[in-house]
């Protein structure tokens, strides 16, 4: 068998991602997927019996194959599966395996081998739904591979107050590209975890972010990482669901100490993989943006939220990134009992705006601009007036993105402003230059023996490009 040619100029055209204006912006709840675009399970009827099946394919090359007679993601079931059968091909007849006395109202089967996009052939006896009948229910599954949910950035400032609430950002992609998951999404300081969001959904080859929120008690350097667990359908690969840890230092409030950090990053990266045997030929291709710029910046004096006024905008090679010169925040401020802080957040262009009165009245501002998906809320970023309980699970989705509205240069100048009815506060950070680094894997075009395809062949490319820089002001 001969490779096809992988031609990198190809899949380099730019597949870039953007979040629309403000107005398109909406808050859902975590139940309500924002795109579902991967295989899906595959379903049929018989009578009043009904079947759900899927066949993922692990990282061992192994399959686990379910069946249920209700639903594989919500649950619920009609009837139970008396028996069933899978057919899988070979490279002669199709392999038949028979599983007696099932007797549940769902089924799983351990296979040896699978292979990405295969056709499974499920057989269902059903019984209990038609009275004393049972109904045989038929279904043929796309074998696909699990969800490989990766941690693939942590953002956090780099200095804080103490008792201050500090956003940190994750970034959470799916690799394969086959199976969208829900997974918990956890903020850790030092081991321990300090604030979560449950039940996210990462879409197929799609990219999400986890914004948290929490006040740091102590003061002194603190380790944060954040990690994705829970994941459903189970992970590709658990090893990359913890972010690289990000030192913060904690300083204590009493200190005549005010800073501003800016930090921008942009990372493309290219995959392509090319399966081949004498009975599939399966190619996939994925191009993929990411794009951030952070903005935090700390008044020294007390500010008072009543008669405070904020203008931000970012450039990058004098081009603009976004420009709010009034921020408006439509749901105004609201003190967040978990964390003892009131805030308001708002969104211009593809740039989440937050401002906050801290608990000693000292005011924060902090901008990041995303190119996620969808950008999930923690408990501590979710404020709350309404008792003490965990709040609703919601994140921000802006609808279908098509390309970055303005992909990052070489340098990028902020500027902000901020006033109220005693003070007026202004910085404009420059951060000069962006550190570029590339980075490739590569699997060159290789053959191996299947005990059921015989030889089967394949290879598979990564590469990475990054551009990445930060400035900090202390004054």
């Known amino acids: 068998m001969e490779p096809n040619p992988f031609r990198p100029a190809t899949l380099l055209a730019a597949a870039l991602l953007t979040l629309p204006s403000l107005a398109q912006v909406r808050t859902l709840p975590n139940t309500i997927k924002y795109s579902d675009s991967g295989i899906k399970p595959a379903s049929a009827r018989a009578g009043s ?54 007797d549940n109202a769902t089924a799983a089967a351990h296979l040896p081998e699978l292979f990405r996009h295969e056709p499974v052939d499920v057989q269902a006896n059903v019984r209990g739904v038609d009275g004393a009948r049972t109904d045989v229910v038929s279904a043929t599954a796309t074998a696909q591979l699990r969800p490989d949910l990766s941690v693939v950035s942590i953002s956090a400032p780099p200095h804080a107050l103490v008792n201050a609430p500090v956003n940190v950002h994750a970034t959470i992609r799916e690799r394969n590209g086959d199976t969208g998951a829900r997974a918990n999404c956890r903020l850790l300081a030092d081991g321990a975890e300090v604030d979560r969001a449950d039940n996210i959904w990462v879409d197929a080859a799609g990219t999400v972010d986890c914004v948290f929120r929490h006040p740091f008690a102590n003061v002194g350097n603190v380790s944060l990482q954040v990690v994705v667990d829970a994941v459903s359908p189970a992970d590709w690969d ?15 409030a009493s200190e005549d100490f005010s800073f501003t950090v800016g930090k921008a990053s942009w990372v493309h990266a290219v995959e392509w993989q090319h399966n081949q045997s004498a009975q599939y030929d399966t190619h996939s291709e994925s191009d993929s943006t990411t794009q951030q710029t952070e903005l935090h910046v700390w008044t020294r004096e007390p500010i008072d939220l009543s008669t405070a006024r904020l203008s931000v905008s970012a450039k990058t090679d004098g081009r603009t990134l976004y420009d709010a010169p009034d921020v408006t925040f439509p749901d105004g401020f609201h003190f967040n009992r978990w964390i003892g802080t009131t805030c308001a957040n708002s969104w211009s262009g593809d740039a989440q705006i937050t401002l906050c009165s801290l608990y000693s009245g000292v005011g924060l501002v902090e901008v990041y601009e995303t190119s996620a998906n969808a950008v999930y809320h923690s408990w501590g970023y979710d404020y709350s007036e309404d008792g003490w309980g965990p709040p609703p699970g919601v994140y921000d989705y802006a609808g279908t993105r098509s390309e970055i509205t303005q992909p990052l240069g070489n340098s990028v100048q ?42 089967v062949c394949g290879e598979y490319h990564l590469h990475q490009d990054a551009r990445r820089g930060a400035v900090i002001e202390t004054h």
Not at 58 to 78: H, I
Not at 81 to 92: F, Y
Not at 426 to 446: N, T, V
């Open 49 to 102: 019996a009904a079947i759900e099946t899927r066949a993922l394919v692990n990282r061992d090359g192994s399959g686990d194959v379910e069946v249920t007679t209700g639903s594989l993601e919500s649950g619920g079931a009609a009837g139970q599966i008396a028996s069933m059968q899978l057919k899988v091909g070979t490279a002669g007849a199709p392999a038949t395996t028979n599983y007696p006395n099932v």
């Open 238 to 252: 658990d090893a990359n669901n913890s972010s690289e840890p990000a030192s913060m230092r904690i300083y204590d």
């Open 414 to 455: 902020w500027d902000v402003a901020l006033s109220d009815a005693n003070h007026f506060w202004r910085d404009q950070p420059f951060l000069a230059s962006l550190i570029e680094s590339s980075s490739d894997m590569d699997r060159p075009w290789g053959c191996w023996l299947s005990w059921r395809y015989q030889e």
